[in-house]
């Protein structure tokens, strides 16, 4: 795999002109790491956001600054605006080549699940990423889990069932799901409580209605009945 390079120049702290320099393209950014001290650092906006893309937080980059010889680095953080989730400040961490470092590698769900196709199932991620510890130069970019084993719903995939390279160790819960499958549960919509007493108050108002009307009309056709008895 070739190596993931940025560059990037020296900046002064504090500088009132830092708003400035990122209407130029310019990011700012912090090295720091292995007892050193920090640097503070421009980098090339549209550049780093390239290599970002690329890299992410889980490949070592190649940083080098003033045109000098290139450093080992992770991206430990991302700073968004909130708003326009532009990128607006990254950190770096150096890394010592020759210690075991402790970091996180995303998954990257591959294949087509049965339960899925055949069964309508919906499949649901438990996790995005899992800390592993490994030598930087034993450092993968992505762990790929095949869920086309996910056959049914009563099968799981769990952190136990990823494969890695001998050279590195998962720190993450081996018991902790990784994915399943369930099945679409069809909600049916109950009508209010409040409604259904309404309803019951409506038709029990609308007997008793009845039940009025239909003892006037009895007393209609007595009176009537009466009233034509004395006629006669």
Same mark, same amino acid.
């Given at each position: 795999?070739?190596?993931?390079?940025?560059?990037?120049?020296?900046?002064?702290?504090? #500088?009132?002109?830092?708003?400035?320099?990122?209407?130029?393209?310019?990011?700012?950014?912090?090295? /720091?790491?292995?007892?050193?001290?920090? *640097?503070?650092?421009?980098?090339?906006?549209?550049?780093?956001?390239?290599? /970002?893309?690329?890299?992410?937080?889980?490949?070592?980059?190649?940083?080098?600054?003033?045109?000098?010889?290139?450093? +080992?680095?992770?991206?430990?953080?991302?700073?968004?605006?909130?708003?326009?989730?532009?990128?607006?400040?990254? =950190?770096?961490?150096?890394?010592? &080549?020759? +210690?075991?470092?402790?970091?996180?590698?995303?998954?990257?769900?591959?294949?087509?699940? +049965?339960?899925?196709?055949?069964?309508?199932?919906? $499949?649901?991620?438990?996790?995005?990423?899992?800390?592993?510890?490994?030598?930087? #130069?034993? $450092?993968?970019?992505?762990?790929?889990?095949?869920?086309?084993?996910?056959? *049914?719903?009563?099968?799981?995939?769990?952190? *136990? =069932?990823?494969?890695?390279?001998?050279? &590195?160790?998962?720190?993450?819960?081996?018991?902790? *799901?990784?994915?399943?499958?369930?099945?679409?549960?069809?909600?049916?919509?109950?009508?209010?409580?409040?409604?259904?007493?309404?309803?019951?108050?409506?038709?029990?108002?609308?007997?008793?209605?009845?039940? +009025?009307?239909? =003892?006037?009309?009895?007393?209609?056709?007595?009176?009537?009945?009466? #009233?034509?008895?004395?006629?006669?």
């Amino acid at each position: 795999m070739s190596s993931i390079q940025l560059t990037a120049k020296s900046r002064q702290v504090p #500088t009132a002109e830092k708003n400035q320099e990122r209407s130029k393209g310019n990011l700012p950014a912090e090295l /720091y790491g292995l007892s050193n001290d920090n *640097s503070h650092l421009f980098l090339n906006q549209l550049e780093f956001e390239k290599v /970002y893309a690329r890299a992410g937080e889980s490949s070592l980059i190649d940083l080098g600054v003033d045109q000098g010889e290139p450093v +080992k680095v992770l991206v430990k953080e991302v700073q968004q605006d909130p708003v326009t989730e532009k990128i607006v400040h990254v =950190d770096f961490y150096r890394i010592d &080549m020759n +210690k075991e470092l402790h970091t996180v590698v995303p998954l990257v769900f591959v294949g087509e699940s +049965k339960a899925v196709k055949y069964l309508n199932g919906i $499949l649901v991620k438990s996790l995005e990423e899992v800390e592993v510890a490994c030598l930087p #130069t034993d $450092l993968i970019s992505k762990i790929e889990v095949d869920i086309s084993g996910l056959e *049914s719903f009563n099968e799981v995939i769990r952190v *136990s =069932d990823l494969r890695v390279p001998e050279t &590195m160790k998962i720190l993450t819960n081996q018991e902790r *799901s990784v994915a399943t499958v369930v099945p679409v549960k069809v909600q049916v919509e109950e009508a209010p409580q409040a409604e259904v007493a309404a309803e019951g108050e409506a038709a029990e108002a609308e007997g008793k209605e009845g039940e +009025k009307k239909g =003892d006037g009309d009895k007393e209609a056709e007595a009176a009537k009945t009466k #009233t034509e008895g004395k006629k006669k």
